[in-house]
């Protein structure tokens, strides 16, 4: 239990033990003021909600640093990235605030300066899942009572920003690769990322059966580029279902390559890296084509307007493109797919005169088909 004692100067010390048995306390001037503090603590206590008044003033540069570093699955490119977040647009607004002072209007304000200032929409929203999370690692570490990070207006992602190539365009630009054509229909025709074609080795082709496994990709931390499995558990971990008209094309392109574990190896050897065949090659070769500013992702982007374009449907994407959540291809693709209300209506209503004939008398289907039929 909480007591208050008071003091010879006039104010009033509560003393209280945390749950985890460390002996705090806290001055108030006012015996109103500390007699509050208490009951509060022990109401906290009992619905299992206490959280100490003294972590709650850690600096949230320290919690960050404490949730990064309890992260232990985070592959080193994602951990670069988000530490590089972290550091040029998280710790500059709250850097040096208690995480117990942090309110939801202050987050609210940061987001909105943050897309104010020029930020694309889709790193804000990163910033912000970031920020997220470190809260609710916060709130169940019972460092603070509940996360800031609620409700909070996000800006949408603009999706008229992406480019997508026609059909006739990815034949064009392919073949504008001497080297590399089979590497720009992989991309397109399969929706892999750049880091996972990079990654694909001559293994993990199984041409008899026309398929193909995503089991690696080739990632950047540090300015360092290594080969990171994939675990099993992860979306991006999948076996994808190879067209005829590809397997042939990467049958030929293997047959002239040099002899490496890659699929598309560096001239040079071992794999690609792709700062290195941007600048020598990706960039030269699509500005001479006429494609002047179109990224390798672009391709990805491509793949699926594609593959929507021939009626795959939401999870058939998703699961090609390797998407952990339903909702991400939604967010990133779902204004692809076009409205088929009209169509489903017409289905719906074949399916209901359908049953109301099925089930009429023999005596009275042909005047019910008479009448549907006028």
Not at 76 to 98: K, M, N
Not at 162 to 174: I, P, Q
Not at 314 to 320: A, E, F, H, P, S
Request: aromatic share 8%.
């Amino acid at each position: 239990m909480a007591s208050i004692v008071k003091q010879e100067n006039g104010r009033y010390k509560v003393r209280y033990r945390t749950p985890d048995g460390k002996d705090r306390a806290k001055r108030f001037d006012r015996k109103r003021d500390a007699q509050t503090f208490a009951n509060t603590l022990e109401a906290d206590k009992i619905r299992g909600t206490f959280t100490d008044p003294r972590e709650a003033a850690t600096p949230f540069s320290k919690v960050a640093d404490q949730v990064m570093a309890g992260k232990l699955n985070l592959r080193p490119a994602t951990r670069a990235r988000d530490e590089s977040l972290i550091r040029c647009h998280v710790l500059p607004a709250f850097g040096r605030v208690a995480v117990g002072r942090i309110t939801r209007p202050q987050v609210q304000a940061w987001v909105s300066d943050l897309h104010e200032g020029g930020l694309a929409a889709r790193t804000v929203r990163e910033c912000y899942r970031i920020l997220s999370g470190i809260m609710s690692e916060a709130v169940l570490s019972k460092i603070i009572p509940q996360s800031p990070c609620q409700k909070i207006a996000l800006p949408r992602a603009d999706h008229t920003e992406r480019r997508f190539l026609s059909s006739d365009e990815v034949e064009r630009l392919a073949g504008t690769f001497e080297r590399d054509e089979a590497l720009v229909y992989s991309a397109v025709y399969l929706g892999c990322r750049w880091e996972e074609l990079a990654g694909l080795k001559r293994e993990h082709l199984e041409p008899l059966r026309r398929q193909v496994r995503i089991v690696g990709t080739i990632e950047r931390a540090g300015g360092t580029y290594n080969y990171v499995n994939l675990t099993k558990s992860e979306a991006g971990r999948r076996t994808l279902r190879v067209p005829g008209f590809l397997v042939e094309i990467l049958a030929a392109h293997l047959a002239r390559a040099p002899k490496s574990e890659w699929v598309f190896p560096a001239p040079e050897g071992g794999f690609l890296r792709y700062d290195n065949f941007r600048r020598r090659v990706w960039g030269p070769t699509v500005a001479g084509a006429g494609f002047e500013g179109l990224t390798f992702h672009e391709l990805r982007h491509t793949a699926t307007a594609i593959m929507v374009d021939q009626g795959a449907d939401l999870l058939q994407v998703m699961r090609r493109l390797g998407h952990k959540d339903i909702r991400t291809t939604l967010q990133l693709y779902g204004h692809l797919f076009p409205n088929r209300e009209d169509d489903l209506n017409d289905r719906l209503e074949a399916v209901f005169r359908a049953a109301r004939v099925s089930n009429a008398c023999p005596t009275d289907v042909v005047g019910l088909l008479a009448s549907e039929a006028t």
